[in-house]
T-cell receptor
Framework: AAGVIQSPRHLIKEKRETATLKCYPI?????VYWYQQGPGQDPQFLIS???????DKGSIPDRFSAQQFSDYHSELNMSSLELGDSALYFC????????????FGEGSRLTVL | DAKTTQPPSMDCAEGRAANLPCNHS???????VYWYRQIHSQGPQYIIH???NNETNEMASLIITEDRKSSTLILPHATLRDTAVYYC?????????????FGKGTKLSVKP
């Protein structure tokens, strides 16, 4: 069965650079969530989208932005990268009516040098 | 403030049942109990969820106390591949609104 696809799987950037992560939800899923997991930390909720509109916001820094496109894929844009942004970034998707059962991707590992 | 309290770690012998407790004494009437697990650096995986009745699926059973202040996830026959961090999460989803807030979780080690 198709799963949540995240790209790139690994990304290395310098401080103050910009990075973009992409997430392709499971077909027919209309809700996308972004999570950040630092080394040794638990996943932290960043932001979510339902039907291309922001539906909930967590601890997402102002330097980050995200959107969901007409084909339901989502992108997380991160600017002025800091060392502390080094983390695993997970995207998850769900079908709105069955919210709560989130399907997570394998994550994108961002390393900021 | 954390909505759930779980033991930081537990051990279980392979083939035995793993019983993972969770306290959620401040749970609201419209909040569900969700269980997810994360195998080292992989994306979290949904296991099961419930509101007030006990639930069972192919992965696990969820036992929720009558007052809903605590629950237990049961893996009936633990295998080495069940070694993971298990997260108990309480959340209310109204349609598409809501999210999951991960707490500290229980690191379950299944040993041969």
């Amino acid at each position: 069965a198709a799963g949540v696809i995240q790209s790139p799987r690994h990304l290395i950037k310098e401080k103050r650079e910009t990075a973009t992560l992409k997430c392709y939800p499971i077909p027919r899923h209309d809700t996308v969530y972004w999570y950040q997991q630092g080394p040794g930390q638990d996943p932290q909720f960043l932001i979510s989208f339902y039907e291309k509109m922001q539906s909930d916001k967590g601890s997402i820094p102002d330097r980050f932005s995200a959107q969901q496109f007409s084909d339901y894929h989502s992108e997380l844009n991160m600017s002025s990268l800091e060392l502390g942004d080094s983390a695993l970034y997970f995207c998850a998707s769900s079908f709105g009516l069955n919210a709560g059962e989130l399907f997570f991707g394998e994550g994108s590992r961002l390393t900021v040098l | 403030d954390a909505k759930t309290t779980q033991p930081p770690s537990m051990d279980c012998a392979e083939g035995r049942a793993a019983n993972l407790p969770c306290n959620h004494s401040t749970i609201s009437g419209n909040e569900y109990v969700y269980w997810y697990r994360q195998i080292h650096s992989q994306g979290p995986q949904y296991i099961i969820h419930g509101l007030k009745n006990n639930e069972t699926n192919e992965m696990a059973s969820l036992i929720i106390t009558e007052d809903r202040k605590s629950s237990t996830l049961i893996l009936p026959h633990a295998t080495l591949r069940d070694t993971a961090v298990y997260y108990c999460i309480v959340s209310s989803f109204r349609g598409s609104q809501g999210n999951l807030i991960f707490g500290k979780g229980t690191k379950l080690s299944v040993k041969p």
